[in-house]
């Protein structure tokens, strides 16, 4: 079983919580009777899925013959949109009648967003008259409350992304380097022994095709990662008082500045971490350098191991390292599947997301997705072997490291995060790109962070 984590700030459900309660965020629905709750004896309801248009999402297709079978009185649309258009499509849907009855945070926005927008179901009651148990599929009651407001359910976790290391086996090979521990618990791998390790793994030339950098720090996105280094660029109260909505920011602040210094003299100072350009140069728009071959080590998400067992090298995953807050080494990316408010057919809907949720579903959509992470722990021996370059034990490790050490990505937690991420990302790409300092570029993006945040507060 994988363990369970301690999130830094209150869980997802309790920073909702505190906000406003929204009036109707529960539909009604009749009792039905028959196959899968599917109404009437013979009657056939048809229940539409809402996907982004990607490989590790649309995969759901190739389930429904399987469900169909064996709940015949049901169909599955599914129906499809890229990451760009998710939200605004979505939105014609609800706004036309024709809601969707499943779908999860697959865009721009998070559940907090969906929540506040009054968008997802309160589905407390089906769960109470189908008896379901998260346990029964292998979920933890941790994961569960991620997706609880007021001790009620808004949806239950079917991906469980953690945050990782991976490294390439053969430049430590070559460098003589021991590879980082995949243990959370080895208290000698720390942010600064793999500072130690990134200097000795770059080599800087002026033939880029024997460049190679240490490190490529993707912790999260850029408002959240100071958080690793013991400060916050919002306020505490954000999360425990105002329901994720950010009365003001703190991108000027001491504490703010000096993480932003401390991952940027990396990039620039020591040149130990690559910056934009070089990694646009090697690794093309939106590629990835470290599977490129040119960075040692690379931070983030899970799915840094798509597509690792065609990478020209051997690959080793990793724990991310101790920083200064023991409570937020690790960022989770858990995903839920929740029923629209719209939804017509609640209880098939219900049925649609349990099928998903099963063991052997699971095990399949890790197959189909290409890897993707099961929230269902029992599915997770067929995760961690998926991957064939990659020691399944050490995967093992550094899920259950995440899980425990892991913050829930303020993506899912801030309404609204869409406009504040662009802001922050156009503003500190100067930084970035080495032409502005940290100190140039925070008081001008914490004043333009707080105008909009002030402008939210008063509608």
């Not at 939200?87 to 865009?107: F, I, R, Y």
């Not at 990659?390 to 899912?412: F, T």
């Amino acid at each position: 079983m994988w363990m369970t984590r301690k999130p830094y700030h209150l869980t997802l459900a309790a920073v909702l919580a505190a906000s406003v309660t929204l009036a109707g965020c529960s539909g009604g629905d009749k009792k039905t009777e028959g196959t899968g709750g599917s109404g009437k004896s013979g009657d056939t309801v048809t229940i539409t899925h809402y996907t982004q248009d990607a490989p590790d999402k649309a995969y759901v297709e190739e389930l429904i013959p399987e469900f169909e079978k064996k709940f015949p009185n049901i169909k599955v649309k599914v129906v499809k949109a890229p990451y760009e258009q998710f939200e605004s499509k979505l939105q014609s849907m609800v706004a036309a009648g024709n809601s969707p009855d499943v779908t999860s945070h697959w865009g721009d926005a998070g559940f907090a967003e969906y929540y506040n927008k009054g968008l997802v179901r309160d589905m407390t009651d089906l769960l109470k008259e189908d008896n379901f148990k998260a346990s029964d599929y292998g979920i933890s009651d941790h994961l569960m409350d991620i997706y609880k407001v007021n001790g009620k359910t808004y949806g239950i976790p079917v991906y469980s992304y953690v945050s990782v290391l991976v490294y390439n086996k053969d430049m430590f090979d070559k460098a003589g380097i021991p590879y980082p521990p995949s243990d959370y618990e080895d208290k000698s791998w720390t942010f600064e022994k793999m500072q130690e390790y990134a200097k000795k793994l770059t080599k800087i030339s002026k033939n880029l095709n024997d460049t190679q950098y240490g490190i490529d720090w993707g912790w999260s996105e850029r408002d959240m990662r100071p958080l690793y280094f013991g400060a916050s660029a919002y306020p505490e109260e954000t999360f425990t008082k105002n329901g994720g909505n950010p009365e003001v920011s703190k991108f000027n602040s001491p504490e703010v500045k000096d993480a932003y210094r401390t991952m940027f003299d990396m990039m620039h100072k020591d040149k130990s971490m690559i910056d934009p350009v070089t990694t646009k140069a090697v690794a093309g728009e939106g590629g990835d350098p470290f599977a490129a071959g040119k960075v040692a080590m690379s931070v983030g998400g899970a799915w840094l191991l798509a597509g690792s067992n065609d990478f020209g090298f051997k690959v080793g995953v990793a724990a991310v390292p101790a920083g200064k807050n023991e409570k937020a080494r690790d960022v989770l990316f858990v995903d839920p599947l929740f029923i629209l408010k719209d939804s017509k057919h609640p209880k098939e809907a219900l049925e649609w997301i349990k099928f998903q949720l099963s063991k052997e579903t699971q095990e399949k959509a890790v197959e189909l997705s290409g890897g993707t992470p099961p929230a269902n722990s029992l599915a997770g021996e067929k995760y961690f072997s998926y991957f064939q370059n990659i020691d399944p034990k050490d995967l093992k490790n550094v899920y259950e490291g995440g899980l425990k050490y892991g913050v829930e990505s303020w993506n899912h937690m801030i309404p609204g995060y869409a406009e504040l991420n662009t802001i922050i990302k156009n503003e500190m790409e100067p930084i970035e790109n080495g032409k502005k300092s940290v100190d140039e570029v925070m008081p001008d993006l914490e004043k333009h962070i707080n105008d909009v945040l002030a402008k939210r507060q008063k509608k």
